[in-house]
């Protein structure tokens, strides 16, 4: 891992899923050296009660560039409207062309199923996406050459920390991200339209004290952290070594591992 460049791709669905669920941990990895790339393959299109679609849209890139900018991190243009994230051909190509610019060693990512379809298929397209990265019979669009790093996936934590079935999710690694919530506040808080928007259309009182709320319940999962994002690490078969898990690696203690969940994978 030593000689590979230390690049980290963080795939979303919406400007500013990222920094709700998975901006504490790509924050850490920007401490320890890594390169940060941001993909939210949708552009936000839907997430207004008052703005126009040409409108919310230039804002949404407007926020979102502002927030990546301040992140350190390259800012992908998104591809498709809110709602469109369809799990298919021509927009797997899209992202895969993606994937082999930033040439990963750490994909982060939503969970495989959450509370709305446009992050689910988001993780899918993420997922076969990096499964595809050395293909050379796949062209993606536009063409981008293939690379063959090994690359571990982690899955977020769902919205609400409950599948669509109501059923409790934990995950099998914290990381402590007390040490960057500030910043982490102060870059939620440039999605100023989707503030507005969430207040009014899903009732979320305080946009940023529900991102709070939710840290600080991973944490207190944990039993260790007082803030923390939880992620599941993705199956390694066409991804790389088994035990592969740089995240935890790069981290050290700031990351930690649950043996229980871990041990209850083979039952």
């Known amino acids: 891992m030593s000689d590979t460049p230390l690049?980290?791709?963080?795939?979303?669905?919406?400007?500013?899923?990222?920094?709700?669920?998975?901006?504490?941990?790509?924050?850490?990895?920007?401490?320890?050296?890594?390169?940060l790339h941001f993909l939210n393959i949708a552009n936000g299109s839907m997430g207004t009660v008052s703005h126009s679609y040409d409108e919310i849209k230039r804002l949404r890139w407007e926020e979102a560039q502002e927030s990546a900018r301040e992140a350190g991190a390259v800012m992908y243009p998104p591809i498709v409207d809110d709602l469109a994230i369809m799990y298919d051909t021509n927009l797997l190509a899209r992202v895969s062309a993606v994937v082999r610019t930033a040439k990963p060693t750490i994909v982060l990512t939503h969970s495989p199923v959450d509370y709305m379809e446009d992050h689910t298929n988001?993780?899918?397209?993420?997922?076969?996406?990096?499964?595809?990265?050395?293909?050379?019979?796949?062209?993606?669009?536009?063409?981008?050459?293939?690379?063959?790093?090994?690359?571990?996936?982690?899955?977020?934590?769902?919205?609400?920390?409950?599948?669509?079935?109501?059923?409790?999710?934990?995950?099998?690694?914290?990381?402590?991200?007390?040490?960057?919530?500030?910043r982490k506040r102060d870059l939620l808080a440039k999605h100023r339209t989707q503030k507005e928007w969430l207040d009014k259309s899903q009732?979320?009182?305080?946009?940023?004290?529900?991102?709070?709320?939710?840290?600080?319940?991973?944490?207190?999962?944990?039993?260790?952290?007082?803030?923390?994002?939880?992620?599941?690490?993705?199956?390694?078969?066409?991804?790389?070594?088994?035990?592969?898990?740089?995240?935890?690696?790069?981290?050290?203690n700031k990351c930690w591992v649950d043996e229980d969940y871990e041990a209850g994978l083979d039952k």
């Not at 919406?14 to 890594?34: C, N, Q, S, Y």
Request: net charge negative; aromatic share 10%.
């Open 7 to 35: 690049s980290v791709l963080v795939i979303a669905a919406h400007p500013d899923d990222i920094e709700f669920a998975m901006m504490g941990t790509a924050l850490l990895l920007k401490e320890v050296g890594a390169e």
């Open 122 to 182: 988001a993780c899918r397209l993420a997922v076969t996406a990096t499964f595809a990265r050395g293909m050379p019979n796949f062209t993606t669009i536009p063409p981008v050459a293939p690379y063959s790093y090994d690359v571990a996936i982690y899955h977020a934590m769902p919205h609400g920390l409950r599948d669509p079935l109501r059923r409790r999710i934990h995950a099998g690694q914290y990381v402590d991200v007390t040490s960057v919530m500030a």
């Open 203 to 252: 009732g979320m009182d305080s946009y940023i004290l529900e991102m709070e709320a939710m840290n600080r319940q991973v944490g207190e999962m944990s039993g260790r952290f007082e803030y923390a994002e939880g992620w599941r690490r993705h199956l390694h078969l066409g991804f790389g070594a088994a035990g592969y898990d740089p995240l935890t690696a790069l981290l050290g």
